[in-house]
C-alpha cells in the first residue's frame, strides 16, 4: 500500500471541512495514486487542540493542556531528524509558531511571526470600543484590512520549493496553509463578491459574527469555497513542479485539515469550541510515489494515526507515550475522542469543569459538555449532521458511553502533567486577534 518513502511531505490546512476538500484532492496529479481515509477525526475542534494530534500523537488534554507544546510531547519532526531526515516547517499560524514550542525538531522553520501589522492592536487597547470602531469602518477598510494576516498559499510553496532546492539528503517537510480561515477574502480573479463587502464580513467576524444575517451565510460560504479553489490551484502548481524536480517520485504526500469551520450547521460561524461534525471531521490522504495503490479505506480513525502512519511506513517505532497506530484498512478505530477545555479563543490550560469531549463510533456521536451541563446523543445513521439529541431513548447506550469517557479523562487528564504555560508578545497577540482568536 505505501512502500518505503526517502522523504516526506506532509500538507495540512487550515479550517478545511471534509465536505469542501474535494478541490485539494483533485489537484494531486492524475499519474499518482490517492488512499483516502473515509472518516478521520481531528482530536480537537480549533488549531490549539488539533495539532497535538497530527504532531505529536497525543490528547489535547494531556500534559497539563494545550498551550503549545511542552517538553513530555514527541514532536514528530524530532523522531524524523532523529531518523537522518532534513527537517523544515512552513506556515503562518500564530498558535503554531516557535513561541508555542512547534519549532521543535526543526532545522528550517518559518512561522512569520513579527510580520504583521501592529495599529490595530494599539488602537483597541487605548481607544473607547466606539471610537475604534468608526476608525476601522473609515480606516482599516481603506488601509489595514487590504493586508492578510496570514501567507498566501503561493508564498508558503515558494518557501517549501527553495528550501526543496538546497535539500541534499532525504527530507521532512511540514507546509501549513491558512487560505481557508476567515477572513475568507480570496483573490480577486476567485470571487465577484466586491471586495468592500469583503472587508465588512471581515470586520463582523472579528466583532461579532452574530450581527451576520442568515441570509448572508451563503455567500460567506461561497468566499470559503472560492478560497478552497484557490488553495487547489496553489497546489496544483506545487505538484507540477514537484514533479518536475523529480521530488515525488520517492516522496510520501499526506494531506489533511487540523479542524473544519461551521456555516451556522449548529447557530455558529467560524470554529467556535464546539465539537459537531462540520469542525471535527476532516480530510485525510495518502499519495505521492510511495503510494502503490488508488482505494478508500473505510472505518473509523483519528489524526493521533497521521504521525504514526508516517513512522510506520520508515520501519520505525513511535515514541512510547504517542496514541496513533499506522493506518490500515483492518486495523480501524472503535472509537475517536475529541476534546476542549476552553469557553472562548484559543485556550490551552485544562480546566476540568470546561471540558467538553465528543466519543465518536460507526454509529453513534456522544458528546460530553460540561460547560452546558449536558450530554448529548445522535445517530450517526439515521441523524448524520447531529441535529436531533436522541439521549432519552438510549439510557442504557447512553451509560456506556459516558463510562467511556470517565475512563478516557482519567487516562489523560491525571497523567502526569509539566504544563506549557506560554506568555506571547505583541505580534503574536495581533495576529491572534485578525484570526478572530481574542
Known amino acids: 500500500m505505501i512502500n518505503t518513502p526517502e522523504n516526506i511531505l506532509l500538507l495540512t490546512v487550515d479550517a478545511l471541512r471534509e465536505d469542501d476538500s474535494d478541490p485539494l484532492r483533485n489537484a494531486i496529479p492524475a499519474s499518482y495514486d490517492i488512499i483516502t481515509v473515509d472518516r478521520c477525526i481531528a482530536t480537537g475542534s480549533g488549531t490549539s487542540t488539533a495539532f497535538p494530534g497530527i504532531l505529536t500523537s497525543t490528547h489535547p488534554l494531556e500534559y497539563g493542556g494545550y498551550s503549545g507544546i511542552g517538553s513530555d510531547r514527541v514532536p514528530l519532526a524530532e523522531v524524523l531528524s532523529d531518523s537522518g531526515f532534513e527537517t523544515a516547517g512552513f506556515h503562518s499560524n500564530p498558535l503554531l509558531s516557535r513561541k508555542f514550542g512547534y519549532n521543535r525538531g526543526f532545522d528550517k522553520f518559518y512561522d512569520s511571526v513579527g510580520s504583521k501589522r501592529r495599529l490595530n492592536r494599539v488602537l483597541r487597547d487605548f481607544l473607547p470600543s466606539s ?79 452574530n450581527e451576520i444575517p442568515d441570509a448572508e451565510v451563503e455567500t460567506l460560504r461561497n468566499l470559503y469555497r472560492s478560497e478552497v479553489s484557490y488553495l487547489a490551484d496553489s497546489l496544483s502548481s506545487l505538484f507540477e513542479q514537484l514533479e518536475q524536480e523529480g521530488h515525488l517520485n520517492e516522496t510520501l504526500v499526506v494531506l489533511t485539515a487540523d479542524h473544519g469551520e461551521e456555516f451556522r450547521d449548529h447557530g455558529d460561524l467560524l470554529h467556535k469550541p464546539k465539537l459537531h461534525r462540520e469542525l471535527v471531521e476532516v480530510p485525510l490522504l495518502f499519495t505521492g510515489g510511495c503510494v502503490t495503490e488508488t482505494k478508500t479505506i473505510h472505518g473509523l480513525f483519528s489524526a493521533l494515526d497521521i504521525p504514526a502512519t508516517i513512522i510506520d511506513s520508515i520501519g520505525e517505532l513511535p515514541p512510547d507515550n504517542w496514541r496513533g497506530r499506522p493506518v490500515r484498512e483492518e486495523e480501524t478505530r472503535d472509537a475517536c475522542f475529541t476534546e476542549l477545555s476552553h469557553t472562548s479563543g484559543e485556550g490551552g490550560e485544562v480546566a ?78 495581533e495576529r491572534l486577534s485578525d484570526l478572530g482568536y481574542r
Open 131 to 209: 471610537i475604534h470602531r468608526l476608525i476601522k469602518e473609515v480606516y482599516f477598510r481603506l488601509t489595514d484590512y487590504q493586508q492578510l494576516p496570514y501567507d498566501r498559499a503561493d508564498d508558503i510553496n515558494n518557501r517549501v520549493l527553495d528550501w526543496l532546492n538546497e535539500v541534499e539528503e532525504a527530507w521532512f517537510c511540514w507546509a501549513h496553509y491558512m487560505d481557508p480561515h476567515h477572513p475568507y477574502k480570496p483573490p480577486s480573479k476567485y470571487t465577484n463578491v466586491p471586495e468592500d463587502d469583503i472587508d465588512q464580513f471581515w470586520q463582523q467576524l472579528n466583532d461579532d459574527p
Open 352 to 429: 476540568p469543569e470546561r471540558i467538553k469531549i465528543s466519543y465518536r463510533t460507526d454509529d453513534w456521536t456522544f458528546i460530553h459538555d460540561r460547560q452546558a451541563d449536558t450530554d448529548r446523543l445522535y445517530s450517526r445513521h439515521s441523524d448524520p449532521m447531529e441535529k436531533e439529541d436522541v439521549s432519552s431513548e438510549h439510557e442504557g447506550l447512553l451509560k456506556d458511553m459516558r463510562e467511556a469517557v470517565k475512563i478516557h479523562l482519567e487516562d489523560v487528564v491525571d497523567r502526569t502533567t509539566t504544563g506549557r504555560q506560554t506568555k506571547v508578545d505583541e505580534s503574536v497577540e
